[in-house]
């Protein structure tokens, strides 16, 4: 085991160093580079754009630059504003609980959700409750995020007026759990929509496969009822591949994040990200990307030691 998390973790270096690489050339390829938040300004001048370059070490070649940066993200050091002249560092890690919240949220209503609907549609296969939850994923997966957002704000929330339309807390209640639960209701269930659709759809196709092996009918030979031929023996088998779309599911995660994070005005990373992209605020854009990446790989990382935990035919070749 020991040497198969050391293979996954050798190869997540080479991943890191090319999104790093790519990330790196975006930000100097775009429209007046890492400097355009002072280029777009009409009253610096030449002379103070210059100035500015020599400050920020731009005037060096690419290699040093990106050697320098790869540095100061390895020893902690992730640049500063543009806007402030705050650490990024300490900027992305105050919009981060938000997000975890928000992500968590969803992601546990998806799981649970998804088990349940997909766990159900695959032992009552042609049903009426399986057609209907497959016309529903199929009615989710068609339709943007930023719709079911737009959706849910204009009957929930101007209609019906139970819920608030954004935000995090009403002015004045910072830190209340009840305010926080209330306006996480709305963004939690949009994010988490699209995910249930995906986990319902891949669980009924991952129990129907397992279901129709030679061990489900040989339990069943056994007179095991149905229940105990469902969580003892299909279920282990089944859940293999849905730890792994945990890892998998992670970038969308994060996209679907942004999304809702921007419609609902969440105060988490996705709304930094889009906020800073307005801005041009480069550094803030180079460390988020960093720190997603990091963050999916992990995620990845923690998933195949799940799936190689479960099955030690993951495991070959240690």
């Known amino acids: 085991m020991i040497a198969f998390v050391l293979r996954r973790i050798a190869q997540a270096i080479p991943l890191m160093l090319g999104v790093s690489l790519i990330g790196f050339a975006l930000m100097h390829l775009a429209p007046g580079g890492p400097l355009a938040v002072y280029t777009l300004n009409p009253t610096i001048t030449a002379q103070d754009i210059e100035r500015i370059r020599v400050i920020f070490g731009l005037d060096q070649p690419l290699y040093v630059q990106y050697l320098k940066w790869a540095r100061g993200m390895f020893t902690g050091n992730w640049g500063y504003t543009f806007f402030g002249g705050r650490p990024v560092l300490e900027v992305i890690l105050e919009r981060l609980p938000a997000t975890l919240i928000l992500m968590g949220s969803a992601q546990s209503l998806a799981v649970v959700l998804g088990l349940l609907i997909g766990t159900l549609g695959a032992v009552r296969r042609y049903s009426v409750f399986d057609t209907l939850a497959t016309t529903g994923a199929m009615f989710a997966l068609s339709f943007p995020t930023f719709w079911f957002g737009l959706m849910a704000i204009y009957v929930f929330a101007v209609e019906l007026r139970w ?49 129709g092996q030679d061990f489900i009918r040989t339990a069943r030979a056994k007179g095991l009822s149905p229940r105990q031929r469902l969580w003892q023996h299909a279920f282990p088998n089944a859940a293999k591949p849905l730890i792994a779309l945990l890892g998998v599911e992670l970038p969308m995660l994060f996209s679907g994040a942004l999304v809702t994070e921007t419609i609902f005005a969440w105060p988490g990373m996705g709304r930094l990200f889009v906020d800073a992209l307005g801005m041009k605020e480069y550094p803030i854009l180079m460390g988020m990307i960093m720190f997603t ?17 479960i099955d030690p035919r993951v495991r070959m070749g240690e």
Do not use: K
């Open 293 to 309: 990446a990091m963050f999916v790989i992990l995620g990845n990382l923690l998933a195949d030691i799940a799936v190689a935990a």
């Open 163 to 211: 819920l608030p339309s954004g935000g995090m807390f009403e002015l004045g209640n910072e830190g209340d759990p009840f305010d926080l639960l209330r306006h996480l209701v709305l963004p939690a269930l949009v994010l988490a929509l699209v995910l249930t659709a995906q986990w319902s759809r891949y669980t009924r196709s991952s129990f129907l496969e397992v279901l």
